[in-house]
């Protein structure tokens, strides 16, 4: 398998141990994945095969969501858990609307930092950190970012991998407490849902990953937005934040199986 090492592949990642990140990137249909990648995703779709349209309305709630910041006055965007770049990338949007837009990058996985350094090395106004969200410290004081101006910050798709032993309720209370007023916590998170087909085939095929996620009530996803203010219309299905046509929705918004909401800092 080592064998098989491409240059862009960190030496510090066990490529025999399918990663999220690159299990997300192959879903949506991106080459920066191994075979261990692949064969997780196709057992994936095997028992759930809504994994890969969920991971599309997710990925496209994250524009929607961007260019709304955008059009509020945001300026500058924190992505935490941004995996590998792919189709519009925050700082796509943002810096299509304003050039001047920073955006700071974060993820704990080498292959998405190695990817998104080579796409960001001639954008000054953009860089990733290899980092872990439930450790805001290096974050909060990067140099990119001016914590006295309103910032948004992303955790979209990434807080379901992080288990309550590691506190993350803690670590993006720390994140909205330095957020200046009129920023926004932008949040996606799959839900819990005990009647889901392929649920348990589902947790078990991740309890073999690097990555075992963990699924919260819409409860516990309200409470990462404490101290803050949700725009319309509020903790929704991804499809149903803001859509862009009624077709965007379709009669199932349920099946994106993924929560998301837009909070702001009065
Ligand atoms: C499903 S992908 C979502 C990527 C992107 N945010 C999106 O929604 O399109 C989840 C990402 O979170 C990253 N991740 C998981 N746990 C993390 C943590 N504790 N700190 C930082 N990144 C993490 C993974 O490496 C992966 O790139």
Redesign the pocket.
Same mark, same amino acid.
């Given at each position: 398998m080592t064998g098989d090492r491409p240059s862009w592949a960190p030496e510090s990642i066990d490529l025999d141990r399918p990663? !999220?990140?690159r @299990?997300?990137d192959y879903l949506?249909g991106g080459a920066a994945n191994f075979e261990q990648d692949r064969v997780f995703a196709e057992k994936l779709l095997e028992v759930m095969p809504l994994a890969r349209p969920a991971?599309r309305l997710?990925?496209a709630f &994250?524009r929607r969501a961007v260019r709304f910041c955008t059009q509020s006055g945001i300026k500058q965007f924190i *992505?935490? $858990?941004? $995996? @590998?770049p =792919?189709a519009g990338n925050v700082h796509e949007i943002a810096q299509a609307v304003d050039p001047d837009a920073r955006v700071l990058y #974060? *993820?704990?996985?080498p292959v !998405?930092v190695t990817h998104s350094e080579l796409l960001l090395r001639d954008n000054p106004n953009a860089m990733v950190m290899h $980092? *872990? &969200? =439930?450790d805001p410290g290096p974050v909060l004081t990067s140099p990119l970012i001016d914590y006295s101006q309103p910032v948004a910050v992303?955790? #979209? !798709? #990434?807080l379901h991998? @992080?288990p309550d032993s590691?506190t993350p309720h803690d670590a993006v209370a720390q994140y909205v407490s330095a957020m200046a007023p009129g920023s926004f916590l932008v949040l996606?998170h799959g839900v819990e849902n005990p009647s889901l087909e392929g649920r348990d085939e589902v947790d078990r095929l991740y309890q073999e990953s690097s990555?075992p996620g963990v699924r919260r009530t819409p409860e516990d996803i309200t409470r990462f937005f404490e101290g803050l203010e949700f725009v319309e219309p509020g903790l929704v299905w991804t499809p149903e934040w803001r859509p862009e046509s009624p077709e965007d929705v379709g009669e199932h918004p349920e099946a994106s199986l993924v929560f998301a909401g837009v909070a702001r800092k009065a």
């Open positions: 990663n !999220a990140a @299990i997300y949506l991971a997710n990925r &994250l *992505d935490v $858990g941004s $995996g @590998i =792919t #974060v *993820d704990n996985e !998405a $980092g *872990d &969200l =439930t992303l955790m #979209v !798709a #990434v991998f @992080i590691s996606s990555s």
